[in-house]
């Protein structure tokens, strides 16, 4: 049987939003989740994301992420949609776990940018799991807990549980990824012999 981790209620966490007008200001947090919310022209997500250890920037290259999430809005009683909402949501930092071992501060992780489009990206997936155990509205708050248990020789594999409130599992995920230091559009490759 699997728990859900404890962690801090969801409204009692800052938004993605909210965590990036503090950054703008100012206002220091650790790098992993400045390379999450930097992008200044964004608007708001289709997802409320609640980023869960935010300030203990000990662990920020520790190669495990929770977060809670909901669907902002009310989506229809169609349960193929609420699962395609989770599977989009499961999505947006899962791969850059693998990361946070390797990270430097000038390192732009996020393949994902706040207005959907696409930044320095040292990823490519190869494969991911998604399974289903129980059914799932979307526009409730989930935990989604994820971890790397392998980050090495160019790839990564991550594994991922989501809880609903009541602390069940309804979700579990795994996925792999290829990953690459992103060059400079002027940088050319050198031999490695």
Known sequence: MTFMPH???????ESIEELREKHLSGFQIPVFYQNSIDYEGSGLW??????????????QFQPSLSYWFKVRGKLSEESALHRCALAYASDLFFG??????????????????????????????????????????????????????????GRGFSTGRMFNRKGELVMSL??????????QRNQKPQAKL
Request: glycine share 2%; with cysteine; proline share 7%.
């Open 46 to 59: 289709p997802i409320d994301i609640r980023l869960c250890g935010l300030y203990n920037s000990e662990e």
């Open 96 to 153: 850059s776990v693998s990361l946070k071992p390797h990270l430097r501060k000038d390192m732009k992780i996020l393949t994902l940018c706040l207005d959907h489009s696409y930044v320095a990206n040292p990823l490519t997936f190869i494969s991911s799991i998604i399974c289903f155990h129980r059914p799932v509205k979307a526009d409730d708050w989930f935990l989604f807990v994820m971890e790397a248990p392998s980050s090495c020789n």
């Open 7 to 13: 962690e801090h209620a969801p409204e009692t966490l």
């Open 174 to 183: 795994a996925q792999e990824a290829l990953l690459r230091e992103v060059r």
